[in-house]
């Protein structure tokens, strides 16, 4: 993209076109990774803003936009939401108190406005200082007798500070089967690998990938980045044996699903065996058939009235979702393919069509239910295991614009665009991610209560919650339909406000945040999570002195932040172990994806290695009796980070890459069972036996079994021998170098 002249973009004058945009949150020109200013094409600027709602393909429309926009502004009591921060117990002492403004808002009101607050829990205020964390209503009555009323959003100041520090795994779930799968991890051996490392290994956590529901029938991309929906899991993690129904069978149901059954087990077999990759679409069909079946089973009078009030608590979103699978299933996955009268949710044809399918949408909601009820047990099982956090859900940073979000939350996002990053020195073309972006005017129309209803799903059975490129809460890159993502623009959304709905839902849930904050980060965000009580994300390959645009060697580990999750890689970057050994390079030469001649790729990847381990030679970390692997998570140890991730196939050697971004057709993406270095698949019923999982589990934690200080779970009785083994690890675990 080249530096438009004054006098680009035709009959649309640059200065009225650059006004527009800006009123309206759309960048002009941007900086890029490397601070070079870049401006934008008018024609993307017409593009996005046509988005937006507002008509600028000529200078005359352009011109009354604006004009509309000022008066607009003008005219008004109050914006279209109202953001305050409130402070919350258990928060640092040093939050700033609630500002003596009227409500403790700064907004400009009429002078003897009448001002008043419809709390979220029914009633009125008059009080800023009293208003509790909620989504409520503020209403103004000026002299001159105009009355306006919009959303009032009070957000905590700060996040309570969290608890000790603490360590867990990284996984993606369908990679960690168990001989129990239907090939593929659910839910049930999340439980299970939680419940193990919590007790045996004393983790804190297991963060893990999207579990969001995805697109049915084919799935040509099987990212889970690229969900049908963020609010809702998928049930293909569903243990379909944990269902309670399933235990009342009828004989004929009960033959019919035990066939479905052992081809499960055949396909969970050949994964393990190494003989076949990961098929999501095999165990999709194949659970879904069954819980056909098994759904069949009426449910006992208590079990239906969880089941109504899981309904209830959903309302109208959940109605959406499973009133969008049963048109999918008649009319397929691409809703704006289906018939004209069926592409609106509110259409008088959706309405009759959920009456006409009913029994399919009934069938929707009840997958969405028992999902629900697995994730929680999984989460039981972390909390009764003494982790204090459990469970690290991920939201995905959009949705696929022909799913279930995107049908049921149109209003709300910007048609004809694209979510995606500026060129930049890991992408020279920019990237495009196919997922259309919230609108922020219908975001703030709406008072956010569409976002914050996706978090409350994503914390609902959570310790934390892991956002994928939080810098996107602050702003995005939107790429017009059609084009490449080179003529793209950024779009502001109002960060006080974003932030500021994710930290009400997480201190609602307890929870804490933790921002995927890797590449290019706008200035202030890093600071305005830190202030706000969230996490960072940290990873070693990007940590330099200079930063990674001017690297100057490795940044030692006490200069790393602590409001971060720390890790040494990524689902998207090499394992450990390919990294030390160069194999990512080979890969990537196997495949053809060298930007450079493969000699300076190898040596310029073994000078990065070889810095880091000179550095942990200087800090005393190398020789290690353990391996440069067990080196490099000591080094992580001694940075001040308050979460520390190890990425589970680091711990058993794996050498191959979940995801290399970019091969979809080339690379076994969100395929691959975690393997050991050979690539022999690794259930999760060797784990425990694992030399290296347990040499890493000592780098961060004594091998506490069941910690003195943690309340036991109720079903919890420990023996007199269990007691002492805890005792006798303990000690041991202090007398290792590098424990944290």
């Known amino acids: 993209m080249t530096r438009n002249s004054p006098g680009a973009g035709g009959p649309r004058g640059t200065d009225t076109l650059t006004a527009l945009a800006r009123a309206h949150g759309v960048a002009s020109t941007y900086a890029t990774d490397r601070g070079h200013r870049v401006d934008v094409s008018p024609d993307t600027l017409v593009a996005v803003l046509a988005a937006c709602g507002v008509d600028a393909s000529t200078e005359a429309r352009a011109r009354a936009a604006l004009t509309a926009h000022r008066q607009e502004r003008a005219g008004r009591l109050l914006p279209p939401c109202v953001v305050m921060r409130v402070p919350v117990a258990g928060a640092p002492n040093d939050a700033p108190a609630v500002p003596a403004i009227p409500l403790g808002l700064p907004l400009d009101l009429p002078q ?24 409520h209503t503020l209403h103004v009555r000026a002299p001159d007798g105009r009355q306006s009323h919009a959303p009032l959003l009070a957000v905590p100041d700060r996040l309570p500070a969290p608890p000790d520090r603490t360590w867990g795994f990284l996984i993606q779930l369908y990679s960690v089967l168990s001989r129990r799968s239907w090939g593929m991890g659910d839910l049930g051996d999340l439980a299970e690998l939680a419940a193990w490392s919590g007790r045996a290994l004393g983790a804190g956590f297991v963060q893990l990938g999207p579990l969001h529901a995805m697109e049915p029938g084919p799935l040509p991309d099987p990212s889970p980045y690229r969900p049908s929906s963020r609010r809702f899991a998928d049930p293909m993690h569903v243990r379909v044996e944990a269902v309670p129904e399933y235990a009342y069978l009828d004989p004929a149901a009960r033959a019919a699903v035990d066939r479905l059954v052992a081809r499960a087990r055949q396909l969970n077999d050949a994964v393990l065996d190494g003989s076949s990759l990961i098929d999501r679409e095999a165990v999709r069909d194949l659970k879904h058939r069954a819980l056909r079946a098994v759904h069949n089973v009426p449910l006992s009078p208590g079990r239906a009235a969880a089941f109504a009030a899981f309904v209830g608590r959903e309302g109208q979103g959940l109605t959406d979702h499973a009133t969008w699978c049963a048109l999918a299933d008649v009319h397929g996955g691409a809703w704006r393919s289906w018939p004209a009268e069926l592409r609106d949710p509110r259409s008088p044809a959706v309405a009759r069509a959920r009456q006409e399918l009913a029994g399919a949408v009934d069938h929707h909601r009840w997958l969405a239910w028992i999902t629900d009820e697995q994730l929680a047990a999984a989460q039981a099982a972390a909390v009764g295991a003494g982790m204090p956090v459990g469970l690290v859900h991920d939201l995905a940073v959009g949705v696929a614009p022909e799913g279930a979000d995107a049908w049921a939350l149109q209003r709300c996002l910007a048609t004809g665009m694209s979510v995606g990053a500026p060129p930049d020195d890991f992408n020279r073309r920019g990237q495009d ?69 994710l930290a009400l839902e997480a201190y609602r849930a307890g929870a804490r945040v933790i921002g995927e904050d890797l590449g290019t980060v706008e200035e202030g ?53 390919a990294w030390l050994s160069g194999e990512h390079v ?60 190890v990425w589970l196939p680091d711990a058993t050697g794996d050498r191959r890459p979940q995801n290399l971004p970019g091969t979809a057709t080339v690379h076994p993406n969100w395929r691959l069972p975690v393997a050991d270095a050979r690539g022999r698949p690794v259930p999760l019923e060797e784990l425990p036996a694992s030399t290296l999982v347990r040499i890493l589990a000592d780098v961060f934690a004594p091998r506490t079994r069941l910690p003195r200080n943690r309340p036991r779970h109720p079903n919890e009785h420990p023996t007199h021998d269990t007691e002492n083994v805890n005792e006798n690890d303990t000690k041991e675990s202090h007398g290792r170098p590098g424990s944290c």
Request: with cysteine; proline share 9%.
């Open 433 to 501: 991610w196919g997922q259309p972006p919230w609108r922020p005017d219908a975001l703030a129309a709406e008072g956010y209560r569409p976002f914050a209803e996706l978090l409350r799903s994503g914390l609902r059975h959570a310790g934390a919650l892991r956002v994928d490129h939080v810098m996107g809460l602050s702003r995005l890159w939107w790429v017009p339909e059609g084009r490449p993502p080179t003529e793209g623009t950024y779009v502001g959304y109002d960060r006080d406000a974003m932030l500021g709905v």
């Open 112 to 135: 003897g406005a009448d001002v008043h607050v419809r709390l979220e829990s029914g009633g009125t205020t008059d009080l800023a200082p009293a208003l509790p964390p909620g989504h």
């Open 586 to 645: 080979d890969l990537r030469a196997r495949l053809g994806l060298l930007t450079r001649p493969e000699a300076e790729e190898k040596a310029a990847a073994a000078a990065e290695r070889d810095g880091w381990l000179a550095e942990l030679a200087r800090l005393g970390l190398l020789p290690d009796p353990d391996g440069e692997v067990a080196a490099l998570h000591r080094f992580l140890c001694r940075t001040p980070a308050r979460m520390l991730g």
């Open 525 to 577: 965000m890093r600071e305005e999570l830190a202030a706000r009580g969230m996490l960072g994300t940290s990873v070693q390959r990007f940590e330099y002195l200079g930063g990674s645009a001017g690297r100057q060697g490795p940044l030692p580990p006490d200069q790393w932040r602590a409001d971060c999750l720390a890790t040494l890689t990524t689902h998207d970057l090499p394992t450990t172990a």
